[in-house]
T-cell receptor, first 112, second 114 residues
Framework: DARVTQTPRDKVTEMGQEVTMRCQPI?????VFWYRQTMMQGLELLAY????????DSGMPKDRFSAEMPDATLATLKIQPSEPRDSAVYFC??????????FGPGTRLTVL | GEDVEQSLFLSVREGDSSVINCTYT??????LYWYKQEPGAGLQLLTY?????DMKQDQRLTVLLNKKDKHLSLRIADTQTGDSAIYFCAETNIHGGATNKLIFGTGTLLAVQP
């Protein structure tokens, strides 16, 4: 049963610290998406990649967020420095040239 | 820009049918989706419909698409307490076969009363 995996599942950190979230897309999927979900803003698209190349990162605060795909099996989202307003659940999703995106379980980030 | 709207809340009794509605603005949408999110979990792809279809049925789920009115609905027959969750409608416009980004609605919280 192929699934998107994300680590860590929960992260509590202090303001100013660096946070790195990792995602392993489903093997064979060529598109990876990063989302953020909060009660106030709902689901927001931060960035996405196709064949490891960034296609759109306009939803991401550029000064502190960065997203990369070092290889086809790993996508990372970094926040440096983190702020309390970054507290949210961050989801990774993957897809293939076709139908649907498949979501991971999310990383719940709390910045104190 | 593209927009997808849903009502925020729906309450039904166990055993009844639920109908969750969604409207969208992008007339060139190619695929429309329904996702389910249970508490503390990610979004689970429930079903999808291609824009040249009017209806799709999958066990207890029926998706209806009115392309003229840009209206999508999800009917859940014999609703169970396990169906309680947030349901998201989403659409995408696929160019050249590439998986494009999804535009999500705000989600509808379905509460099933025993």
């Amino acid at each position: 049963d192929a699934r998107v995996t994300q680590t860590p599942r929960d992260k509590v950190t202090e303001m100013g610290q660096e946070v790195t979230m990792r995602c392993q897309p489903i093997l064979g999927h060529n598109t990876v998406f990063w989302y953020r979900q909060t009660m106030m803003q709902g689901l927001e698209l931060l960035a996405y990649f196709r064949n490891r190349a960034p296609l759109d990162d306009s939803g991401m605060p550029k000064d502190r967020f960065s997203a990369e795909m070092p290889d086809a099996t790993l996508a990372t989202l970094k926040i440096q420095p983190s702020e309390p307003r970054d507290s949210a659940v961050y989801f990774c999703a993957s897809g293939f040239d076709g139908v649907g995106q498949y979501f991971g379980p999310g990383t719940r980030l709390t910045v104190l | 820009g593209e927009d997808v709207e849903q009502s925020l809340f729906l309450s039904v009794r166990e055993g009844d049918s639920s109908v969750i509605n969604c409207t969208y603005t992008d007339s060139s949408s190619t695929y429309l989706y329904w996702y389910k999110q249970e508490p503390g979990a990610g979004l689970q792809l429930l079903t999808y419909i291609f824009s040249n279809m009017d209806m799709k049925q999958d066990q207890r789920l029926t998706v209806l698409l009115n392309k003229k009115d840009k209206h999508l609905s999800l009917r859940i027959a014999d609703t169970q307490t396990g169906d309680s969750a947030i349901y998201f409608c989403a659409e995408t416009n696929i160019h050249g076969g590439a998986t494009n980004k999804l535009i999500f609605g705000t989600g509808t919280l379905l509460a099933v009363q025993p």
